[in-house]
């Protein structure tokens, strides 16, 4: 006998959710995370609808909610237009988006999983090795500050993120794969004047992206995405050409008058696209180990939460033997591609080059 039905590595946003479900279907599931949280992990912040209804299935919603302000109108600048949205969606309860720093999403979630009894958490531990049995992944080594530990189970989750322990054990191959094109730079500032209503702010001017979006902690999230030819000079002085690109931009520089940078600077050029072959036998990944896109358009928490809860559903009708392993992990492969395929593509092809999207964008409203 296993000595539990579950092991995920990983605890940040899609492994949080796919413990948290799978408590709430009663399953004893180990959860390893290699950090201490609350912690912070170089991320996008920004999530909509999709995510928001994983939270409220968890029951988190409103704590969620209340961390930071919702952002209920989409304000687009594109190349001296001014588009303003109200956010849209089925639901009109979820009519908006939220930025919250991951120190704060991944906590609440974090602390979700501890009101599951059947859920066991282990935090500093990092997975070392796999433990295979007659072909089958069937637990994990790892170690922490102060000890080793070993734990079998019927299937082992990595949802560990973009540099994943498992899937690089595990070598699946990719079925889809789009090369970096992108850089991205972001830090938070106190001061930035609002628009008025608390909005998800884009400038849009050219092949770069800006993005200024109130998140928790009384602090404004300003993101710069941008072609990776320019990254090494960025690199160089990333707060200096931050500045210089801010007082750039017309809509946004009349406002920096009391802006103060409240954080370093953080950044990577590292992120291509890829969909790896999610499951085998006795392993499956989710999140950013199965699926990663650049970070422009901001849709790496939706996407995690959504394939977790797909996962978690897949999970849960396996381990009540109402169907077979491969039959639960080809629906939830089938799933996950299904609802990602759209924005998934999108995202790729528009990393290389923003501007065909912005000039569609205009041209839809007469504006171009």
């Known amino acids: 006998m296993s000595d539990y ?15 948290a479900r ?3 279907y009663g399953h004893r599931v180990l959860l390893l995370e290699k950090a201490h949280l609350p912690s912070d992990t170089l991320s996008t912040h920004f999530f909509r609808a999709p995510a928001l209804r994983a939270f409220e299935r968890l029951g988190v919603l409103e704590a969620v909610k209340s961390a930071a302000p919702p952002l209920k109108v989409m304000w687009n600048y ?23 720093r991951r120190i704060t999403l991944d906590w609440i979630l974090f602390q979700r999983v501890g009101r599951e009894s059947t859920v066991e958490v282990r935090q500093g531990a990092r997975v070392k090795e796999l433990i295979w049995r007659e072909g089958r992944v069937a637990g ?5 500050e102060n000890e080793t530990g070993e734990a079998s189970a019927r299937a082992v ?14 070598q699946p191959a990719f079925e889809t794969r789009f090369p970096v094109s992108r850089c991205m730079y972001y830090t938070y500032f106190h001061g930035i004047e609002p628009l008025g209503e608390p909005s998800a702010e884009h400038h849009f001017v050219g092949d770069t992206l800006t993005y200024v979006f109130p998140t928790d902690a009384g602090l404004t999230l300003v993101a710069v995405s941008m072609p990776l030819s320019e990254f090494p000079a960025f690199k160089k002085e990333p707060l200096k050409k931050l500045r210089m690109h801010l007082e750039s ?16 600077v953080k950044g990577a050029g590292n992120i291509p696209g890829y969909q790896r072959v999610p499951y085998g036998p006795g392993w499956a990944l989710v999140g950013d180990a199965h699926q990663i896109m650049d970070p422009w358009s901001g849709m790496g928490i939706d996407h995690a939460a959504t394939h977790a809860t797909f ?19 080809s629906e939830y492969h089938r799933q996950a591609r299904a609802w990602s395929e759209k924005t998934y593509r999108r995202t790729c092809t528009y990393a290389a080059d923003l501007r065909p999207m912005t000039r569609a964008a205009l041209q839809r409203r007469g504006l171009a």
Request: net charge negative; with cysteine; glycine share 10%.
């Open 140 to 144: 994990v080594r790892w170690t922490g």
């Open 311 to 329: 996962l978690a559903d897949a999970l849960d009708r396996w381990l009540r033997e109402e169907i077979p392993w491969e039959t639960a992990m």
């Open 78 to 100: 594109i190349d001296g237009h001014v588009i303003s949205e109200p956010v849209e969606a089925p639901e009109e309860h979820l009519r908006f988006f939220l930025c919250e």
């Open 22 to 24: 799978l408590g709430q």
């Open 157 to 170: 989750i990595g949802a560990d993120g973009f540099y994943s322990t498992l899937a690089g054990a595990l």
């Open 249 to 264: 931009l017309p809509q946004l520089a009349p406002r920096l008058g009391r802006a103060e940078p409240a954080a370093e």
């Open 5 to 19: 039905e579950i092991i995920i590595v990983g605890a940040r946003v899609a492994g949080s959710v796919l413990a």
